[in-house]
Each structure stands twice: as C-alpha cells, then as structure tokens.
C-alpha cells in the first residue's frame, strides 16, 4: 500500500567558506532540530559543505562519491533513520560538476548532476548528463531531484513528473535580487506537475556582492505555501499528505491532457537553432 503521509524538512543556512567542519556542524545541528520535529526526509542547500563563492578552489575542494561528504551524509542518516538530500562540488575523471545527493543509512540512493548552469557556473563546471530518473524512498514515494537555477525550467521537472515523481526538491543558493522568480517558478513547478516542491535555499552574503534570497519552502500540488523559512539559519517542517498528488491531478488534469508531440517539435526547434 502508497504510503500516505510524510513528514519533510527544509534546511536554510549561512555557510563559511571553505569551512567543511563548521558547515558540517550547523548543518547537523539543524538537522537535528528537524528530527525533533518529526522530519523523515530533509534536504540541505546548495554547496552547504563549502559555501557557494569558492570558484579560486574548486577542483581542490570538490569531493568523488562516496567520498568524505556522501560518509558524513550516510552517518547522518543512520543515527536519525532519515533520507537526506544534499548538494556539493564532486569530481570525477577531472571534471567538477555540481551535484545533488541523495543517501539513507544504507548509503547513496540518488544522485542527479546539475544540467542548467547559472550564469558563470557554466566557467566553473561541466555540464550534467543525468537521466531524470526519480529515486524511491520508503519504497513507493518516488523523488526527482533539480538544483536551484533549474527551478526556471519547467521541462526537467515535467519529464521526472512524468517518470513518476511525486516531490521535487530543488537545493539552491538561489539571489535575493531574483526573489521575485523563486516565489513564482516554485509554486509554478508544483502547480503544473501536481507535485510537492521542498525548495532549501542559502541566507548571508558571500565575498560583500554575492547575496542569497532564503525563504526557503515546502509547496504543496496545489502551489500553496505550507511552510516559509524567515531566519537566516532556519528548519522548517510539514506532514504531507501523498493524496493530495493524486487529487490535485484529477482536479486539474494537465498530465492527462498533456499533448506530447509538442516535445517532438521542440526538440527540432531547439536543434535548429543550435546549428543556426
């Protein structure tokens, strides 16, 4: 039988900078203070372990998998009896790309390499190739995972939707400057999908320019907003009802009228233009 209910966290934190001890330590404590609470599933934000600004040290604090980070996560996992989501730097034959992870007690679970880099992301890693394939937790709860930027895109998510996912988590050092997009394209995401989003962004201001939005957020299928993080080293908690996916899809049926010849042609166009 699905399983009906869940309880799910959002991690919102400040990061030091190349400090993996400290950022490990706030993370764990903040961790904790979600279990307390009744969290089963949480994830962290984006490049939590390093700090975002750290583009001078990349390939040196970029981590392969299993590594130092995905132990640490899996330890994690099995003092609580948690599954949790993190995003760091991995490297791999070379090459760093910016990962999410996922791991329970019996180690990692998922892992999805970012494809939509933001900006001079594009200068500080290489291009994920992942399969938007969703992984299963508590076995039949399937999540897609995305990292911040991508929550622009509606394509990526559609197609884990349409693979199964129920939740779509989205760890992100997402701008204040953009806070205006982070609230529409999370409630968008969920909205179009009729999928839970839990959404863990960064706070604090990285090397006096580089300024993170928080407000953090776990959405429900019908885009409202069960729970906002407000401080700048925040938890927040929500028990969702897995129900609730299935009927908001019945109550507005995009998925069932979903026109998929429409990919068809934009894949054409979008290949067009390239070679234009």
């Given at each position: 039988?699905?399983?009906?209910?869940?309880?799910?966290?959002?991690?919102?934190?400040?990061?030091?900078?190349?400090?993996?001890?400290?950022?490990?330590?706030?993370?764990?404590?903040?961790?904790?203070?979600?279990?307390?609470?009744?969290?089963?599933?949480?994830?962290?934000?984006?490049?939590?372990?390093?700090?975002?600004?750290?583009?001078?040290?990349?390939?040196?604090?970029?981590?392969?998998?299993?590594?130092?980070?995905?132990?640490?996560?899996?330890?994690?996992?099995?003092?609580?009896?948690?599954?949790?989501?993190?995003?760091?730097?991995?490297?791999?034959?070379?090459?760093?790309?910016?990962?999410?992870?996922?791991?329970?007690?019996?180690?990692?679970?998922?892992?999805?390499?970012?494809?939509?880099?933001?900006?001079?992301?594009?200068?500080?890693?290489?291009?994920?190739?992942?399969?938007?394939?969703?992984?299963?937790?508590?076995?039949?709860?399937?999540?897609?995972?995305?990292?911040?930027?991508?929550?622009?895109?509606?394509?990526?998510?559609?197609?884990?939707?349409?693979?199964?996912?129920?939740?779509?988590?989205?760890?992100?050092?997402?701008?204040?400057?953009?806070?205006?997009?982070?609230?529409?394209?999370?409630?968008?995401?969920?909205?179009?999908n009729g999928i839970f989003v839990i959404a863990a962004n960064r706070t604090g201001t990285e090397k006096s320019e580089t300024v993170f939005g928080g407000k953090s957020r776990i959405v429900?299928?019908?885009?409202?907003?069960?729970?906002?993080?407000?401080?700048?080293?925040?938890?927040?908690?929500?028990?969702?009802?897995?129900?609730?996916?299935?009927?908001?899809?019945?109550?507005?049926?995009?998925?069932?009228?979903?026109?998929?010849?429409?990919?068809?042609?934009?894949?054409?166009?979008?290949?067009?233009?390239?070679?234009?």
């Open positions: 039988m699905r399983k009906q209910q869940m309880t799910v966290a959002a991690v919102q934190m400040n990061c030091d900078l190349e400090n993996w001890e400290a950022n490990t330590k706030k993370a764990g404590r903040l961790i904790e203070e979600a279990v307390k609470q009744g969290a089963e599933f949480i994830v962290l934000p984006e490049l939590f372990n390093t700090g975002y600004r750290v583009e001078e040290n990349d390939s040196i604090l970029a981590e392969s998998i299993p590594g130092k980070t995905s132990h640490w996560m899996t330890d994690i996992a099995q003092e609580h009896s948690i599954t949790l989501v993190a995003c760091y730097m991995e490297k791999s034959e070379d090459k760093v790309y910016d990962v999410a992870v996922a791991a329970d007690e019996t180690g990692v679970i998922g892992r999805y390499r970012k494809t939509y880099l933001w900006d001079r992301e594009k200068e500080r890693f290489s291009f994920g190739h992942s399969d938007l394939e969703p992984f299963n937790i508590d076995g039949d709860v399937q999540v897609g995972l995305q990292i911040c930027y991508e929550v622009g895109f509606p394509e990526p998510s559609r197609l884990l939707t349409l693979n199964g996912a129920d939740i779509i988590v989205y760890p992100s050092a997402f701008g204040k400057a953009r806070s205006h997009v982070w609230d529409i394209a999370t409630r968008a995401r969920a909205i179009e429900s299928p019908s885009g409202d907003v069960l729970q906002e993080a407000t401080r700048e080293d925040d938890v927040i908690v929500a028990t969702i009802n897995l129900a609730d996916v299935d009927k908001q899809r019945r109550r507005i049926p995009y998925l069932e009228d979903l026109d998929t010849r429409l990919y068809n042609e934009t894949r054409l166009v979008a290949k067009e233009r390239r070679e234009n």
